[in-house]
């Protein structure tokens, strides 16, 4: 499978847990951005990574979020004291040139936090 | 303002009509313009770039007005296989993450 890789599909924490999910993007594709998509909204950005270097965050991403890409490969978003209005798609893409191809997403990360 | 506006529909169409959408930017440096599909509980797929001189893609065609900062999607002959939310999406300025509208639907019945 050589396409944008989420882990885990769907994950269910109780309010106050904290949860991490991973992005495995395409092997070639040097910036990975995290979005996340509530019922009836498009996608909203959060944060990219080109390689290894976070180089935006949206006002959306909060203190409680973090983001990680290490090696410039795979990434991680933790989000720690999970709140109700957290509950949402959590998706990650992938690109090597974003102006001419767009992105690649993946499946996504279902949370919900109850 | 927002950055991507879209109609949200829905649009209901027969089978075989053609369905245009619209959508309007704001900022008027952004370089990039696409048209994603999205089925329901799936992942954003790349439907087709937008060029500033229009393309074509099948029975599916795209504008982009600079000038009046819009993007429009044309579908001909539309297909039961059609039906899904269609979202427009626009850089903000060159080499930045791509913003999404909130998605346009339609719903193609035989």
């Known amino acids: 499978d050589t396409g944008v890789s989420q882990d885990p599909r769907h994950k269910i924490t109780k309010r106050g847990q904290n949860v991490t999910f991973r992005c495995d993007p395409i092997?070639?594709?040097?910036?990975l951005y995290w979005y996340r998509q509530t019922l009836g909204q498009g996608p909203e950005f959060l944060t990219y990574?080109?390689?290894?270097?976070?180089?935006?965050k949206s006002r959306l991403l909060s203190d409680r979020f973090s983001a990680e890409r290490p090696k410039g490969s795979f990434s991680t978003l933790e989000i720690q004291r999970t709140e109700q209005g957290d509950s949402a798609m959590y998706l990650c893409?992938?690109?090597?040139?974003?102006?001419?191809?767009?992105?690649?997403f993946g499946s996504g990360t279902r949370l919900t936090v109850v | 303002r927002k950055e991507v506006e879209q109609d949200p529909g829905p649009f209901n169409v027969p089978e075989g009509a053609t369905v245009a959408f619209n959508c309007t930017y704001s900022?008027?440096?952004?370089?990039?313009f696409f048209w994603y599909r999205q089925d329901c509980r799936k992942e954003p797929k790349l439907l087709m770039s937008v060029y500033s001189s229009g393309n074509e893609d099948g029975r599916f065609t795209a504008q982009l007005n600079r000038a009046s900062q819009y993007i429009s999607l044309l579908i001909r002959d539309s297909k039961l296989s059609d039906s899904a939310t269609y979202l427009c999406?626009?850089?903000?300025?060159?080499?930045?993450?791509?913003?999404f509208g909130k998605g346009t639907t339609l719903s193609v019945s035989s």
């Open positions: 893409a992938s690109s090597l040139d974003a102006v001419n191809y767009g992105y690649t």
């Open positions: 999406v626009v850089d903000h300025q060159a080499g930045t993450a791509l913003i």
């Open positions: 092997s070639e594709h040097n910036r």
């Open positions: 990574f080109q390689n290894e270097a976070q180089l935006e």
């Open positions: 900022n008027s440096a952004s370089q990039s």
